[in-house]
């Protein structure tokens, strides 16, 4: 089952993205010039977009934090941006080595248009004028992830994972057949493979699977640039720098006989659960809770109201807790809430697939499977394709296996 | 004698710049930040220009090194362009925590324009509104030295020592009322400390002499910012960033009290001297030898040609000599040279101030020291203000110490 070519697609055109261990190092940039080149040769037309080699934005965010560790997100967007300069310049100097005309550009040049929001800048607009020009003329452009530059022509960058986004966003202005992002992986697998070792690379997955596996912490790609795909109808392709193969495509359409089977397993661990009840019979005060933790940046991820029970759980990063608390503590007697009840040690485990909501038995069947195996399940949300569970983090293991066994994903 | 401020300079607004020693670690840039900060407060209007890290032009340098040591000087600048802009926005870190409003910008976002030749582009014009309008908000501008843009929006850099060049053109174009130069000396020495104890700081020295000693060894000041400066009427002070002082001013006009005096004593090492004869009664050759040496990279340094005698001399940096001697040999017999004479491990010494040229006993002087002390001059010459020696590696220091004596510079 081949991916069909969107209308008006550039056929051959590719946009590779690789991430700083495919270029950690001057042996792995001359394996990737080396690969490039190849492809050169095939008759690919491609674009390049890297980020800094392994090791060095923590290098200087750590140089950074040695100042201030509450520096402005202005400066250290100027700061870290240097890093995918440096790996840019150096694939340049390595294709042109084996006679490839290539060209590293950072976003100012590629004219890479974000709005101000440092380090985490959203990418509004891509002019593809300059790398239409160099493509034409043969020569590769190898630009910058991560970077854009906003309208008073200020350095901006798109937050960790940026890069991934930066390749599609480029991919779907280009019309390119497929967006490839190269990693250390071979593709997206049905669960984490150090946990299962049965685990299958999938040769494709849909756009609303991949998310949800993204969201929940397969860290294959960053949510960000699948949902940006998704909606430019880009054709992703996850596949490995390090080895052959033709990776994961992640495709618009789900494949029909795939329709009610479950794809993978995703999970996360360092969870923390907080329950909420109202102190009195005054208004539901949920929603001044939800609004105060926003302002005060905590993110919350699933989220239960059990029926006619009063109360409210909710699950969010464990390393949050603490300050989620003296939020809700100073806001509680205003508010009308009770006491404060929290879990933490806790993990997310999710079944994530298009069968998973129509297949009424699916849910069923993990609380049997888990009741067997006397794993607790906490809490429990459910969307379109995924069912999401929140256990105890020692359990997290044990569960992921015997999930992925009872779903036979080692089957696919 | 206080320096005369330029019609029109801007009171109390100075360029400071900072090498790669005064920012080349975290302490190090606190340092200066707090410097800084401690300026501002006493009214000072500021604009900063800075190096890189100390080391990081040079790792940069070696990691391209390790995939094409001849890489094209386009993707060099690149690369190394992104020192400084590490540089720059650690210091906006470091003010911002000191509660001082600052800024840290690139080439493209002043927009200091150069031409296109990589690797040693020239300044061609600098836009000083936005610097001015940040100035007027009471921000500091902090500026990514060494580094330019094209008409073409391409990266450039000025060349090692670029930095200097930088803060000219930027306090020029400010008319700031002095452009600083911060470094790791205290001021400009009558001669290397380091071989003659007794070497005094100067509290003045005219451009041009200036200009002779940074041309001929001492590390202080970049020629090209010193040319730079005096086209441009811009006031230099070279001080130390490690301990207090007011260094050495550069002036436009030579102080009337030393115009008979000798200013200092550069040296240089790692000299090498060709002599060149003619084979036949062929014209002239030596045009077509330097216009050869020049179109295969080869710089030559002082050049003699001895009055009646058919040969010429001249000295080139010891480094270059085989290349340069491929170069000849190959063209010997086409330019009817005859055979080429080579010395190396040769030193240059010169004697430099306004008050070499009127003083004629001044060469007799030098001669006769030397030769007192038994060290041979191989090749002399002269301009306006300096006498320059060519002698033995194994007697430069020794010569350094007699002339530095002998011109009584130790009671400057």
């Known amino acids: 089952m081949t991916q069909e070519v969107r ?17 950690g190092s001057i042996e792995r940039i001359e394996v990737i010039a080396e690969q490039v080149a190849k492809a050169q040769l095939s008759g690919e037309h491609q674009v390049l977009v890297l980020s800094a080699m392994a090791g060095e934005t923590n290098r200087l965010f750590a140089l950074a934090g ?10 250290m967007d100027m700061l870290v941006s240097t ?29 890479i248009h974000t709005n101000s929001q440092f380090g985490r800048a959203s990418i509004e607009r891509v002019d593809v004028q300059y790398l ?71 040769d494709a997955i849909s756009f609303e699977e991949m998310l949800e596996m993204a969201r929940l912490g397969a860290k294959v790609l960053h949510p960000d640039s699948v949902s940006y795909a998704e909606r430019f109808r880009v054709p992703l392709r996850v ?26 397993i995703a999970c996360s661990k360092g969870q923390a659960m907080l329950s909420l009840s109202r102190s009195d ?12 933790l926003a302002e005060n940046g905590v993110e919350v991820d699933l989220v239960t109201k059990a029926g006619m029970d009063d109360g409210v759980s909710f699950t969010m990063d464990a390393d949050r807790l603490s300050w989620a608390l003296k939020v809700l503590d100073e806001a509680a007697l205003g508010l009308s809430l009770g006491p404060l009840m929290f879990e933490k040690s806790l993990a997310k485990v999710s079944v994530i697939g298009a069968g ?15 009741g067997n195996e006397g794993i ?18 020692a359990d997290l293991y044990r569960a992921v296996r015997v999930l992925h066994h009872a779903f036979e994903l080692n089957k696919v």
């Open 83 to 111: 890093g995918e300069q440096v790996s840019i310049a150096l694939m340049a100097m390595a294709l042109a080595k084996r006679g490839v005309k290539a060209k590293s550009l950072n976003a100012a040049q590629v004219q």
């Open 376 to 393: 607790h399940v906490k809490l429990m949300a459910t969307s379109e394709i995924k069912l999401s569970l929140v256990i105890d983090e």
């Open 239 to 264: 596949l490995s720098s390090f080895e052959p193969g033709s990776g994961t495509l992640i495709r618009f359409d789900a494949c029909e006989d795939k329709r009610n089977q479950v794809a993978g």
């Open 281 to 292: 019979d005054s208004p539901d005060p949920f929603a001044a809770v939800f609004s105060l």
């Open 356 to 370: 998973v909501h129509r297949r009424a038995e699916a849910t069923a069947k993990v609380f049997d499977i888990l």
């Open 132 to 202: 239409q020009e160099l493509l034409a003329q043969g020569i590769i452009p190898i630009v910058a992830g991560f970077q854009g530059r906003d309208q008073f022509g200020e350095v901006t960058t798109l937050g960790r994972g940026g890069s991934d986004t930066t390749a599609v966003a480029l991919a779907a202005a280009l019309k390119a057949q497929e967006c490839q992002i190269f990693t250390d992986v071979a593709g997206v697998y049905t669960t984490d493979p150090n946990i299962e070792p049965s685990a299958q690379k999938l």
């Open 7 to 23: 209308s008006g697609s550039n056929e051959r055109l590719y946009v590779k993205k690789f991430g700083g261990t495919s270029v």
């Open 66 to 75: 040695q100042i201030d560790p509450e520096a402005s997100a202005r400066e």
